[in-house]
């Protein structure tokens, strides 16, 4: 039995000492150490043996049982360094193999021109508001003096949600005026840019959707000639210095007096040529001192306050910034158009 038992210890360590993996390692401990192992095969004989030798098998086979389990351990611990160093090895990344190349967009020049003109009017204290596009015909329209029966009201020119022409695509960026009223503290200086909407055929200049920036002051004795010199002041960090504007009567029903203000052409400087077809200029932006009774529909007291407000088409302006001529241009969002800004 001695033999037997030294003849396993020898055969199971240098096996163990071998073993390639930790599947093979188990093995190994099931053949020798297993309920059917061969050392527990042996154990079992250990009644025949005389009670003087009883206890020396036993102590050495302790031993063996001993050895065999630290070498398992011993093993099994190398063999588990050994894959780790494996998988780090498999798994090196090369940081000097040149990455994927990560093609990076940058401002669509509609926005460009937004965010150069909310630039402008934030450096002049103006609060930049963003509203719902999904608007009450009550705001776009009753609240600024455009009552039932006014052309622009009309469902030819408008989407409407129901029937009753109650909700509807906002127009016009001038419901923002009475939201900013009814919400802010006087004096009240603010911007508001979106997108409004109208049943227009698509062409060179015109889009169902297109983009407004509505402006608006209140406060104690504003006047028509902080308008004219804001704007100026705008145009001229827009375009440049020295660019002239004009102002033309006309009518809007929220403002009174109201009027139109154009830019110099900037392809033939005013002498007239096709891009201003022949005007020498371009029209703007739509302008006006606060009707009173628009003050008076949102609370406020025209007697005490006065203000204007204006209403800019956006890509009008991006297009006069960067020489578009196309109105098409800004939406289509060629890659090759845009790349070019
Ligand atoms: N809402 C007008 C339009 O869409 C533009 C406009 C004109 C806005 C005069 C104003 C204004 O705030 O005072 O044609």
Redesign the pocket.
Known sequence: MKTKLEEIKRASLEAIANSADAAELEALRIKYLGKKGELTAVLKQMGSLSPEERPIMGQLANEVRAAVEAAIEETSAKLAEVALEKQLLAETVDVTIPGKEVKVGHKHPMYIALDEIKDIFIGMGFTVLDGPEVEFAELNFDRLNAEEGHPSRDWSDTFYFDEDSRVMLR????PM?VRAMDSMELPIRIVAPGR?YRKDEVDATHSPMFH?V???VIDKGVTMADLKGTLNTVVEQLYGAGTQTRFRP?H?P??EP?CEMDVQCHKCGGVGCPTCKGEGWIEL????M?HPRVLEMAGIDPNVYSG????LGLERTAMRRFKIADLRLIFENDVRFLEQF
């Not at 932006?285 to 006006?288: E, I, K, Q």
């Open positions: 127009s016009q960026t001038s005026q409004v407004q509505e402006g608006m006309h809007f929220f403002t109201s932006l739509g302008a006006g606060i204007w407000a204006f209403g």
